[in-house]
């Protein structure tokens, strides 16, 4: 320990979880959470399809083996892989002009025309990478499957989104509990190029660096009704910004079919309401806007975080500093 580090821990008052403090510390945080997978549970999809658990297997080891500024492998996608792809595009790009936000159709278009989107190819994770660097300085960086939240929300710190790279099995394309590069593709990617989305991610990033466990539970819980799940209005309508419902075909008519319960997004009641990842949604959370999230989400984490310091973003240097204790 050096002295700083001392007199940082006297201040902090326990011993705070290790956390990355440049963007290349990254490569440390990849502990995986053994859920889903298609070797372990009998209800997965591709339990019983040995060719798909080996394919899954490959994909995962190009992410076991990746570091920080490595350009992302292309994967060449197997027509079967395509054909689930593009069953998932059509049917989501169908409900988009009803169901999707105005950033998510605005960037969908760009996407389309820049990005190499199309239901006939999978766009790779590096191209689209490069594409959101452009517009909002988010990089993709390829992970093996579910991460522990603690080392997800690290990422979204440096502006980095863990993004699987493998294919849903092709025999349940409408709704998967588990992550797949449609998901990221679909769901995550053209929000993350919106600048207001990205800083709200970076910012649920920055507040988890260094939290308690408890903290930590209800930032992945605001993550998972924010990011992934998340509503807003637009005109009195309710509309999808939540990666999880722009990704399945399913769920994203289900939470606009008046059938769910939907409550105002409040980061206090947000951040401890209980849920379950196997199935659709039975509550959703709805903001004004992405902008009033993330102002709802600066007032709450300035008013309880028990850290007692704070933490800056330096983007020259993609790296996080230390300010002066609060
Ligand atoms: N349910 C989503 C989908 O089918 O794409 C994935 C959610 C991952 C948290
Ligand atoms: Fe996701």
């Known amino acids: 320990l050096t002295r700083m580090e001392i007199v940082?821990?006297?201040?902090?008052g326990f011993k705070e979880p290790w956390y990355p403090r440049h963007v290349s510390e990254l490569d440390n945080c990849n502990h995986i959470l053994t859920k889903f997978e298609p070797d372990l549970d009998y209800a997965h999809p591709g339990f019983n399809d040995k060719e798909y658990r080996r394919r899954r297997e490959r994909i995962a080891n190009i992410a076991f083996e990746y570091k920080h500024g490595?350009?992302?492998?292309?994967?060449?996608?197997?027509?079967?892989?395509?054909?689930?792809?593009?069953?998932?595009?059509?049917?989501?790009?169908?409900l988009l002009p009803s169901h999707a936000c105005e950033q998510y159709n605005r960037v969908f278009k760009v996407l389309r025309e820049e990005c190499g989107y199309a239901p006939d190819s999978i766009p790779q994770l590096q191209d689209v990478s490069g594409f959101l660097q452009r517009r909002s300085g988010f990089r993709l960086r390829p992970a093996a499957g579910l991460l522990t939240a603690r080392d997800f929300l690290a990422s979204l710190a440096y502006r980095v989104f863990q993004c699987t790279q493998y294919v849903r099995h092709?025999?349940?394309?409408?709704?998967?509990?588990?992550?797949?590069?449609?998901?990221?593709?679909?769901?995550?990617?053209?929000?993350?190029?919106?600048?207001?989305?990205?800083?709200?991610?970076?910012?649920?990033?920055?507040a988890s660096l260094g939290a308690t466990d408890e903290e930590i539970e209800k930032f992945a819980t605001l993550y998972w009704f924010t990011v992934e799940f998340g509503l807003c209005k637009e005109n009195g309508q309710l509309r999808a910004y939540g990666a999880g419902l722009l990704s399945s075909y399913g769920e994203l008519q289900h939470a606009l079919s008046g059938r769910p319960q939907i409550n105002d997004f409040e980061p206090g009641s947000t951040a401890v309401q209980e849920y379950q990842d196997q199935d659709f949604q039975d509550v959703y959370f709805v903001a004004d806007t992405v902008r009033d999230a993330l102002e709802k989400f600066r007032r709450w984490v300035s008013a309880g975080l028990s850290r007692r310091y704070e933490i800056a973003y330096d983007p020259y240097t993609s790296s996080v500093r230390v300010l002066d204790s609060i």
């Open 170 to 206: 092709g025999s349940a394309p409408d709704h998967s509990p588990e992550p797949d590069c449609i998901h990221e593709l679909l769901g995550h990617v053209p929000m993350l190029a919106d600048q207001e989305f990205a800083q709200f991610s970076q910012e649920i990033g920055l």
């Open 70 to 94: 490595e350009a992302i492998p292309r994967i060449q996608y197997t027509e079967e892989e395509v054909r689930t792809w593009g069953h998932v595009f059509r049917q989501i790009e169908s």
């Open 8 to 12: 940082h821990e006297e201040i902090v």
